[in-house]
Nanobody, 127 residues
Framework: QVQLVESGGRLVQAGGSLRLSCAASGRTFSRYAMGWFRQAPGKEREFVAAIAWSGDSTYYADSVKGRFTISGDNAKNTVYLQMNSLRPEDTTVYYC????????????????????WGQGTQVTVSS
């Protein structure tokens, strides 16, 4: 089991930047592929970004490509989402997710690929 706790969400003006953090605890000596998703009220959860456990592969949704960067620090058991050039449409709750990986080094973009989820952190971008 692994527990995920997101932080860093807050109110920011359009064009601004935020860095979200996702701290993992528990069975952190295992290999985990990590992802960020977001979900607005009344809408389905949407993929944002993913990173392979090794950190050498990343993948982004088209809506955030070039603006957001996912990275990980295995020594700190933490994954980050650097968000630049924020837009009002980026306003929503952001969730961190983890998937245990037994072999290979892949990223995953489907919600159903992930086993563990954090509680979410609210990001609000004002226009």
């Amino acid at each position: 089991q692994v527990q995920l706790v997101e932080s860093g969400g807050r109110l920011v003006q359009a064009g601004g930047s935020l860095r979200l953090s996702c701290a993992a605890s528990g069975r952190t000596f295992s290999r985990y592929a990590m992802g960020w998703f977001r979900q607005a009220p009344g809408k389905e959860r949407e993929f944002v970004a993913a990173i392979a456990w090794s950190g050498d592969s990343t993948y982004y949704a088209d809506s955030v490509k070039g603006r957001f960067t996912i990275s990980g620090d295995n020594a700190k058991n933490t994954v980050y989402l650097q968000m630049n050039s924020l837009r009002p449409e980026d306003t929503t709750v952001y969730y961190c997710a983890a998937r245990l990986v037994f072999r290979g080094s892949y990223y995953y973009s489907a919600e159903g690929d992930y086993e563990y989820w954090g509680q979410g952190t609210q990001v609000t971008v004002s226009s």
